[in-house]
């Protein structure tokens, strides 16, 4: 695989309307090359709208977002899925595909390489043996080449994630989105996934940008933070300077039992598994 | 409460919001319901009592019944393998027809609204038209057989099935599907690896639960020219060859019988 550097990115004063709610409101930032960018903030301050929108899932009511200079907005059918190919994204319900196997669900990861008589192969699910020997290469490197036969969803959560990030090498992107990627699993599999995910962004010299529900997650492996709150941005700084006066700017007044901010409890206290 | 938690939920108990009563509303829903039934039973000419009366008269018919004569069974037999043809080939046209109808039916994976709408109308049409009825149209362009009968079945199923798979598809998990878009694969790649793996299990279900259904229809297709069993049902039936018929009769149980107990088997290996 080819080391790739990724692309800028860059946010001029993005906003996204839902009706009349702001999620997300004149947000500007730019993103260098192999940054580990952690995106915090509570449920609903518009985390997931700005992911959603540097993957194009969505297009910003105003504002520009660019990736390596591209417009992201006009994006449309072969262009736009030649975007997506270029963006790995890693979900928290990991949103593979139950039924099929292990090895199926890495080889989606190669469908954008698959060209012409090929790619009407592999609707019937035949793969040349360079893509396999590909996919294999990618379970291996996340420790799960005995599961390559295994159905999907026979799999724990953790190792889900874990052929999520298989699927993700195999698709080489050239930029890594994360959304809540480690929010449904339990503190030791959640380490091992944001540290797999640290190795490989910056052995490739990968952009990740994620939003991370706990706050303990972006202070340990994230270089930067962007702290959101009600659509704006409250914080663009480094991971280091993320203290407690920040953390009352992005969450407001520090949360109190009951409520369902469990972002600023330490890691590994058993308190994230409760959640 | 006198338990641990006495002391967290103790107190008066807090008033609870108003509640709209109703027993009104469901009073006029039960009333409304037995005035359709009573009108429609007075449609329909309901006279149970008839029914008792003159149950005495279907023992005389069914008299002729009870001997079955088997001189004709070779014929009447060959005829179940047709019928059993019929289905099998009318399924697979179905199939044929249910496929891309159901996916560009589904909201879900239509490319454009116009598609979707054109095909649900077509679906509607092909399951509003009943098999019989596209049977008739059908002789009259391939001549009386089983290739009539089959083309009939097909393409009334293919708008059952088609109906069946594209709400199939509507019911999928997106999640599953989003995770193959994102990878930026094309629309086929889409279907193939994050629709279809979803829809199989339901859908092989229902596509074997049709199969018995045409099996049923194909016994009696060929009381309009359609081949197969059911000419012999008709005829046997309408020149009062008792005897006959129960044969024709006993057979067809015989074979929908074996076809249920066979797309168990399969349905139970298979999902």
Request: hydrophobic letters at 50%.
């Given at each position: 695989m080819s080391a790739a550097t990724s692309p800028v990115v860059i946010l001029e004063r993005v906003s996204r309307r839902f009706g009349s709610q702001a999620a997300l409101d004149r947000v500007s930032a730019c993103i260098r090359p192999g940054e580990f960018v952690a995106v915090i903030g509570r449920s609903g301050a518009g985390k997931t709208t700005l992911l959603r929108c540097l993957s194009r899932a969505i297009v910003p009511t105003d504002g520009v977002v660019r990736m390596g200079g591209q417009d992201l907005r006009p994006l449309a059918g072969r262009a736009l899925r030649a975007?997506?190919?270029?963006?790995?994204?890693?979900?928290?319900?990991?949103?593979?595909?139950?039924?099929?196997?292990?090895?199926?669900?890495?080889?989606?990861?190669?469908?954008?390489?698959?060209?012409?008589?090929?790619?009407?192969?592999?609707?019937?699910?035949?793969?040349?043996?360079?893509?396999?020997?590909?996919?294999?290469?990618?379970?291996?490197?996340?420790?799960?080449?005995?599961?390559?036969?295994?159905?999907?969803?026979?799999?724990?959560?953790?190792?889900?994630?874990?052929?999520?990030?298989?699927?993700?090498?195999?698709?080489?992107?050239?930029?890594?989105?994360?959304?809540?990627?480690?929010?449904?699993?339990?503190?030791?599999?959640?380490?091992?996934?944001?540290?797999?995910?640290?190795r490989i962004a910056s052995a490739a010299g990968l952009t990740v940008i994620s939003t991370l529900h706990h706050v303990e997650y972006a202070r340990r492996y994230a270089d930067r933070v962007l702290g959101l709150r009600a659509g704006r941005l409250v914080f663009d700084g480094a991971a280091r300077d993320l203290d407690d006066a920040a953390i009352r700017e992005i969450f407001g007044a520090l949360p109190e039992a009951g409520t369902d901010d469990l972002e600023l409890t330490p890691l590994p206290e058993p308190a994230l598994v409760t959640g | 409460?006198?338990?641990?938690?006495?002391?967290?939920?103790?107190?008066?108990?807090?008033?609870?919001?108003?509640?709209?009563?109703?027993?009104?509303?469901?009073?006029?829903?039960?009333?409304?319901?037995?005035?359709?039934?009573?009108?429609?039973?007075?449609?329909?000419?309901?006279?149970?009592?008839?029914?008792?009366?003159?149950?005495?008269?279907?023992?005389?018919?069914?008299?002729?019944?009870?001997?079955?004569?088997?001189?004709?069974?070779?014929?009447?037999?060959?005829?179940?393998?047709?019928?059993?043809?019929?289905?099998?080939?009318?399924?697979?046209?179905?199939?044929?027809?249910?496929?891309?109808?159901?996916?560009?039916?589904?909201?879900?994976?239509?490319?454009?609204?116009?598609?979707?709408?054109?095909a649900r109308r077509t679906m509607d049409v092909l399951r509003a038209v009943n098999e019989f009825v596209f049977a008739l149209m059908f002789v009259t362009a391939v001549g009386l057989g089983p290739f009539a009968g089959m083309l009939a079945l097909g393409i009334h199923t293919g708008g059952v099935l088609g109906k069946l798979l594209s709400e199939t598809v509507e019911g999928i998990d997106p999640g599953q599907a989003e995770g193959v878009t994102a990878v930026g694969a094309g629309r086929l790649h889409v279907i193939a690896f994050g629709v279809v793996p979803q829809v199989l299990p339901n859908f092989l279900s229902y596509v074997l639960l049709r199969f018995e259904s045409d099996i049923r229809s194909a016994a009696v297709i060929g009381m309009v020219g359609g081949g197969g069993i059911g000419f012999y049902l008709w005829d046997t039936i309408r020149s009062f060859k008792d005897g006959e018929a129960a044969t024709v009769i006993l057979l067809i149980v015989a074979m929908v019988m074996c076809t249920d107990i066979m797309s168990a088997r399969i349905r139970r290996a298979a999902i």
């Amino acid at each position: 695989m080819s080391a790739a550097t990724s692309p800028v990115v860059i946010l001029e004063r993005v906003s996204r309307r839902f009706g009349s709610q702001a999620a997300l409101d004149r947000v500007s930032a730019c993103i260098r090359p192999g940054e580990f960018v952690a995106v915090i903030g509570r449920s609903g301050a518009g985390k997931t709208t700005l992911l959603r929108c540097l993957s194009r899932a969505i297009v910003p009511t105003d504002g520009v977002v660019r990736m390596g200079g591209q417009d992201l907005r006009p994006l449309a059918g072969r262009a736009l899925r030649a975007h997506r190919a270029r963006v790995g994204v890693i979900y928290q319900q990991f949103n593979l595909v139950k039924r099929l196997r292990v090895l199926d669900n890495v080889l989606i990861g190669r469908l954008p390489h698959v060209r012409g008589w090929r790619g009407y192969a592999a609707l019937l699910g035949f793969f040349e043996r360079g893509q396999r020997d590909i996919a294999l290469a990618c379970l291996d490197h996340v420790g799960l080449v005995a599961r390559t036969w295994q159905r999907t969803d026979t799999l724990s959560g953790g190792e889900q994630q874990r052929v999520a990030i298989a699927k993700l090498l195999a698709q080489e992107p050239q930029l890594i989105l994360g959304d809540e990627p480690v929010a449904s699993l339990d503190v030791a599999n959640g380490a091992l996934v944001m540290e797999t995910l640290r190795r490989i962004a910056s052995a490739a010299g990968l952009t990740v940008i994620s939003t991370l529900h706990h706050v303990e997650y972006a202070r340990r492996y994230a270089d930067r933070v962007l702290g959101l709150r009600a659509g704006r941005l409250v914080f663009d700084g480094a991971a280091r300077d993320l203290d407690d006066a920040a953390i009352r700017e992005i969450f407001g007044a520090l949360p109190e039992a009951g409520t369902d901010d469990l972002e600023l409890t330490p890691l590994p206290e058993p308190a994230l598994v409760t959640g | 409460m006198t338990g641990p938690l006495a002391g967290i939920l103790g107190g008066p108990p807090p008033q609870a919001p108003p509640r709209r009563s109703e027993v009104g509303r469901n009073l006029v829903a039960t009333l409304a319901l037995a005035v359709v039934l009573g009108m429609a039973a007075h449609v329909i000419e309901l006279r149970p009592l008839e029914l008792v009366r003159d149950v005495g008269n279907i023992g005389v018919f069914l008299k002729g019944y009870l001997r079955p004569s088997f001189g004709n069974i070779g014929e009447y037999s060959w005829q179940c393998v047709v019928t059993v043809c019929i289905a099998l080939w009318g399924t697979l046209v179905a199939l044929a027809i249910s496929i891309p109808l159901g996916l560009l039916g589904a909201r879900n994976l239509s490319p454009h609204p116009v598609v979707y709408f054109l095909a649900r109308r077509t679906m509607d049409v092909l399951r509003a038209v009943n098999e019989f009825v596209f049977a008739l149209m059908f002789v009259t362009a391939v001549g009386l057989g089983p290739f009539a009968g089959m083309l009939a079945l097909g393409i009334h199923t293919g708008g059952v099935l088609g109906k069946l798979l594209s709400e199939t598809v509507e019911g999928i998990d997106p999640g599953q599907a989003e995770g193959v878009t994102a990878v930026g694969a094309g629309r086929l790649h889409v279907i193939a690896f994050g629709v279809v793996p979803q829809v199989l299990p339901n859908f092989l279900s229902y596509v074997l639960l049709r199969f018995e259904s045409d099996i049923r229809s194909a016994a009696v297709i060929g009381m309009v020219g359609g081949g197969g069993i059911g000419f012999y049902l008709w005829d046997t039936i309408r020149s009062f060859k008792d005897g006959e018929a129960a044969t024709v009769i006993l057979l067809i149980v015989a074979m929908v019988m074996c076809t249920d107990i066979m797309s168990a088997r399969i349905r139970r290996a298979a999902i």
